[in-house]
């Protein structure tokens, strides 16, 4: 049983910030690198950061580089998503997974930016 569950996300203002979580489950998250991806209406799922296995390494889309931070607390078998200054272009529904892996995919969470 692997399972992905991503919460945090709602409504905000262009500006505002938002922290998103992905609970792990089935598997242990610590031995692998994870990601955020996220998916538009009408647009193709695309990488917003990734990190690596102990945390020490990180890497941000062009899109969001300065604005989010990605964070894992592998005690917790969770990853984080701190995101600032959000822009109306960030809204999506934001998920969680492992790259060089993939399990399934759990609901996402949607994060709305907007005035």
């Known amino acids: 049983q692997v399972q992905l569950v991503e919460s945090g996300g709602g409504l905000v203002q262009p500006g505002g910030s938002l922290r998103l979580s992905c609970a792990a489950s089935?598997?242990?998250?610590?031995?692998?690198?994870m990601s955020w991806y996220r998916q538009a209406p009408g647009k193709e799922r695309e990488l917003v950061a990734s990190?690596?296995?102990?945390?020490?390494?990180?890497n941000y889309a062009d899109s969001v580089t300065g604005r989010f931070t990605i964070s894992r607390d592998n005690a917790k078998n969770t990853i984080y998503l701190q995101m600032n200054s959000l822009k109306p272009e960030d809204t999506a529904v934001y998920y969680c997974?492992?790259?060089?892996?993939?399990?399934?995919w759990g609901q996402g969470t949607q994060v709305t930016v907007s005035s």
């Open positions: 997974n492992a790259p060089h892996f993939f399990f399934s």
């Open positions: 089935g598997f242990t998250l610590s031995i692998y690198v």
């Open positions: 990190i690596g296995s102990a945390g020490g390494s990180t």
